[in-house]
């Protein structure tokens, strides 16, 4: 097929990066803290102590930053099992996310411990649970309940991994797409039974499937098949971002237009199509680089961390400045967590899993390979 052939010349002239994914990832991190301090807020007394009110009608939007990240993740997902066998996407996968997040979840545990008093409670059974990420499934919640799109993630890689020790990934792409999606929008549509719904991802598939199409475009491939799927893909993103919103709104008596918040969504993933055509940045790569670097763990340290500083310092007012400082004290930190820990933590990690892969005679890599995307690999 003539796909393929330009796949191979693809592999060929392709850069070893592409940027974009990096701001584009940076800014969709950007649109949840602005959920997170101008809708949202620390429940505290009785009400929520929303840092940012003013900003409340565009920053009821920002949770959309996450369905992002999703996209982001299938395109790069699909990207890194090429290549490797199970075994090796695992050990790619498990020392990308791990080691940062034990960093700062106890970070944050930490904190909450110091500085939560009267508004926040940890305990060591709930750090112990969270060391499994899904914590509640052991009866504890979330150290930081933004945690919860991790397990989403997760998820996603343990059927990548099935699915690719089947044979079927990333081979028979079309057929996963279409059973995914017809399962669950079925049960979207229908029952809408919890454990479909956790086992099969079904309030987000859509938007990991539009990711995995755009890796398929990006890669060289145009046929009739690859548009009607993308638009079934996108027809479910609108589905599962309006059955978002009706979620949302029972929890927090807000009005949401569904034609903005798919506007915001469709815009998003034909940003992420246009970040994969983007070879070079007028930015210093460097910059760049440490840009998409924090947005993992700024991600993960952003939100409990810094409700616990701002119901401590100003439990009963709104101040911008300490907002302000806040969010900027979680980059801050972030950045040191990505320059000391997640980069040193990965590779170590890594380093470590694939000898004992070895010794134990198992496979890491399929072939040899000429590129990587992103920070994400």
């Given at each position: 097929?003539?796909?393929?052939?330009?796949?191979?010349?693809?592999?060929?002239?392709?850069?070893?990066?592409?940027?974009?994914?990096?701001?584009?990832?940076?800014?969709?991190?950007?649109?949840?803290?602005?959920?997170?301090?101008?809708?949202?807020?620390?429940?505290?007394?009785?009400?929520?102590?929303?840092?940012?009110?003013?900003?409340?009608?565009?920053?009821?939007?920002?949770?959309?930053?996450?369905?992002?990240?999703?996209?982001?993740?299938?395109?790069?997902?699909?990207?890194?099992?090429?290549?490797?066998?199970?075994?090796?996407?695992?050990?790619?996968?498990?020392?990308?996310?791990?080691?940062?997040?034990?960093?700062?979840?106890?970070?944050t545990f930490?904190?909450?411990?110091?500085?939560?008093?009267?508004?926040?409670?940890?305990?060591?059974?709930?750090?112990?649970?969270?060391?499994?990420?899904?914590?509640?499934?052991?009866?504890?919640?979330?150290?930081?309940?933004?945690?919860?799109?991790?397990?989403?993630?997760?998820?996603?890689?343990?059927?990548?991994?099935?699915?690719?020790?089947?044979?079927?990934f990333p081979?028979?792409?079309?057929?996963?797409?279409?059973?995914?999606?017809?399962?669950?929008?079925?049960?979207?549509?229908?029952?809408?039974?919890?454990?479909?719904?956790?086992?099969?991802?079904?309030?987000?598939?859509?938007?990991?499937?539009?990711?995995?199409?755009?890796?398929?475009?990006?890669?060289?491939?145009?046929?009739?098949?690859?548009?009607?799927?993308?638009?079934?893909?996108?027809?479910?993103?609108?589905?599962?971002?309006?059955?978002?919103?009706?979620?949302?709104?029972?929890?927090?008596?807000?009005?949401?237009?569904?034609?903005?918040?798919?506007?915001?969504?469709?815009?998003?993933?034909?940003?992420?199509?246009?970040?994969?055509?983007?070879?070079?940045?007028?930015?210093?790569?460097?910059?760049?680089?440490?840009?998409?670097?924090?947005?993992?763990?700024?991600?993960?340290?952003?939100?409990?961390?810094?409700?616990?500083?701002?119901?401590?310092?100003?439990?009963?007012?709104?101040?911008?400045?300490?907002?302000?400082?806040?969010?900027?004290?979680?980059?801050?930190?972030?950045?040191?967590?990505?320059?000391?820990?997640?980069?040193?933590?990965?590779?170590?990690?890594?380093?470590k899993l694939?000898?004992?892969?070895?010794?134990?005679?198992?496979?890491?890599?399929?072939?040899?390979?000429?590129?990587?995307?992103?920070?994400?690999?």
């Amino acid at each position: 097929m003539l796909w393929k052939i330009r796949l191979v010349q693809q592999i060929q002239t392709a850069p070893s990066r592409l940027p974009a994914l990096d701001l584009l990832r940076l800014a969709a991190v950007a649109g949840v803290i602005l959920y997170h301090y101008g809708f949202w807020g620390p429940y505290s007394h009785g009400t929520y102590l929303v840092a940012l009110p003013e900003l409340a009608p565009i920053a009821q939007y920002g949770f959309l930053g996450v369905p992002v990240f999703f996209a982001i993740s299938g395109f790069v997902i699909a990207f890194s099992a090429e290549g490797r066998t199970p075994t090796g996407f695992a050990i790619a996968r498990f020392s990308r996310i791990y080691p940062t997040f034990v960093v700062c979840m106890t970070i944050t545990f930490v904190a909450v411990a110091l500085f939560g008093a009267g508004h926040f409670e940890v305990t060591a059974r709930q750090w112990l649970c969270n060391l499994f990420i899904a914590a509640p499934m052991l009866g504890q919640p979330y150290m930081d309940s933004a945690y919860w799109s991790l397990v989403i993630e997760v998820v996603f890689y343990i059927w990548v991994v099935i699915l690719m020790a089947s044979g079927l990934f990333p081979s028979r792409m079309d057929a996963i797409i279409v059973v995914w999606l017809a399962i669950t929008s079925a049960n979207e549509l229908t029952i809408d039974a919890p454990i479909f719904e956790k086992l099969f991802i079904a309030d987000d598939s859509g938007f990991f499937a539009a990711g995995l199409l755009i890796y398929e475009y990006y890669r060289g491939r145009r046929d009739l098949r690859l548009w009607a799927l993308s638009v079934l893909a996108l027809g479910t993103v609108v589905f599962q971002t309006v059955h978002k919103l009706e979620r949302l709104g029972v929890h927090s008596d807000s009005s949401f237009d569904p034609k903005v918040a798919v506007a915001v969504c469709l815009i998003s993933f034909a940003s992420v199509f246009l970040a994969t055509k983007v070879k070079r940045m007028p930015l210093p790569a460097k910059a760049v680089l440490a840009a998409g670097g924090i947005t993992y763990p700024l991600y993960l340290l952003h939100m409990q961390l810094g409700y616990v500083v701002f119901t401590a310092l100003a439990p009963q007012q709104q101040s911008r400045a300490l907002t302000m400082g806040i969010i900027a004290g979680a980059f801050a930190l972030a950045a040191v967590v990505w320059r000391f820990f997640d980069r040193p933590l990965h590779r170590l990690t890594k380093e470590k899993l694939a000898t004992l892969a070895s010794r134990s005679g198992l496979q890491v890599r399929a072939r040899p390979r000429s590129m990587r995307i992103s920070s994400d690999r």
